[in-house]
């Protein structure tokens, strides 16, 4: 048996991949929406995937989506800021667009606090797209009566992503039969970080100091003079760095929002949303990424993950060859998990996915090499699909897609004779199940 694809195909779409992962303050310059770290909107995909190998078909998916766009997640943060410049304004310390601001406030606390957390209109169209692309993509995986597994967290956000997604699976064929879910009982997978298990391993001294040069562009104070008269007030009233971070997020949520019809661009400048970028795509590597500095213990977070995608595809492949047609009738085509950037985010590092695998201790230059909007913006998504041939002793093969692109995997061919390899080793994004679960199994334990 030998397994071919068009070699030339495959480097040319893996290169123009690999050339977006690399980040340069131009690209940021000139497309500022980007610097909004895990506020990024959705980037749908550009790469035309290639044809499986000749006699594959997919035949099952296994996948993990982070929630769509949705609402700053905290409504205190809202309401703590609007407080500010009401009490301000009653001080007489604003200019005017320090008044503008407030007003602005005033309609977010009045309106998007209730709201805190929850998924936008954008999310929901974004998840109706990846689930159309889904669908048009591996028509086989979802023809028929096929039976479909799907899970989210308990986060209400999580439940509609998952909830728009089927939508748009029923709409494209109702004869598909779906199991859905959100319970305590997969939260251990779907989303197993807790932020202040970070005190435990991330503050260390190594740590503070790289992060501490993250800071040195970044000065509140300029912004503080465009919205306040007083700068005795604003010392006296304030906690500056507070609120500085809190209104860069909020700032960072506004592309993701439907229903209002401003945002902060006149108060924030490009240098100012840059530099405070970096800082926070810094703090994301040192709490889940691969950062040598924080012990590489951010990633590890992923592993029950990892162990559940393993887990589940040795039960479906398991049915598969089954002759039991009864149990054949109920195998998932798809298994799709609804969760958050907190378990996207480690899984892509933990796979040695190229986006995610940086392991420096240039915390400065971080952003070169790992960012935190490619990885994890919104509605971000993985998908592993499953191949297999109808010819005898043919082994089960594996491509994965990160936002819908294919991707490369750390995971060497198992034949060790040299001219059966060259035989019989698939070309990537291909892999062999068997090397796969084999590679996994050994992270994931």
């Not at 309609?107 to 929901?124: C, E, H, M, Y």
Request: charged share 25%.
């Amino acid at each position: 048996m030998k397994i071919k694809l068009s070699i030339i195909a495959i480097i040319a779409g893996f290169g123009a991949f690999c050339a977006q992962a690399q980040t340069t303050d131009q690209e940021l310059s000139q497309n500022i929406s980007l610097a909004t770290s895990n506020y990024a909107l959705y980037p749908e995909p550009t790469q035309k995937l290639s044809k499986a190998p000749a006699g594959y078909k997919a035949f099952y998916m296994s996948h993990y989506g982070r929630h769509g766009s949705r609402y700053h997640y905290d409504a205190k943060d809202y309401t703590n800021l609007y407080n500010i410049f009401a009490k301000a304004d009653s001080a007489k310390v604003l200019t005017p667009l320090g008044k503008s601001v407030l007003e602005r406030f005033k309609q977010l606390n009045d309106r998007a606090a209730k709201k805190a957390g929850d998924l936008t209109q954008k999310g929901v169209a974004q998840h109706q797209g990846i689930a159309n692309r889904m669908y048009k993509n591996f028509p086989e995986i979802f023809k028929g009566d096929a039976y479909v597994e799907a899970m989210a967290s308990t986060s209400v956000r999580c439940v509609v992503s998952m909830a728009s997604a089927l939508e748009e699976l029923r709409a494209l064929n109702p004869k598909m039969r779906i199991h859905q879910e959100a319970s305590k009982s997969t939260v251990h997978f779907l989303n197993p970080y807790n932020f202040e298990s970070a005190n435990e391993y991330a503050n260390t001294k190594e740590w503070q100091a790289e992060n501490a040069k993250m800071y040195k562009d970044i000065n509140p104070y300029t912004m503080m003079k465009k919205l306040f008269t007083d700068s005795a007030w604003v010392d006296k009233f304030m906690d500056v760095g507070t609120f500085y971070g809190k209104f860069y997020e909020i700032q960072s949520s506004m592309q993701n929002l439907d229903d209002f019809d401003f945002d902060f661009r006149d108060v924030w400048t490009d240098a100012d949303l840059i530099a405070r970028w970096k800082a926070q795509n810094a703090w994301w590597y040192s709490v889940l990424g691969n950062c040598p500095l924080t012990g590489n213990k951010g990633i590890t977070f992923a592993k029950p993950l990892l162990k559940n995608f393993l887990d589940e595809a040795d039960r479906v492949l398991a049915m598969d060859s089954s002759a039991d047609k009864n149990g054949k009738k109920n195998q998932p085509k798809a298994t799709l998990r609804y969760g958050h950037d907190t378990g996207l985010l480690p899984l892509a590092g933990l796979m040695g996915l190229d986006v995610a695998k940086a392991n420096t201790s240039d915390i400065e230059n971080l952003y070169k090499v790992w960012t935190d909007f490619r990885i994890v913006p919104m509605a971000a998504n993985i998908q592993w699909i499953f191949y297999k041939s109808a010819k005898k002793g043919a082994p089960i093969l594996v491509k994965v897609l990160y936002n819908e692109n294919e991707v490369t995997l750390p995971v060497a061919c198992g034949i060790t004779d040299e001219a059966k390899a060259k035989k019989e080793c698939p070309v990537a994004p291909y892999y062999r199940w068997e090397d796969v679960r084999s590679t996994y199994l050994k992270i994931a334990e």
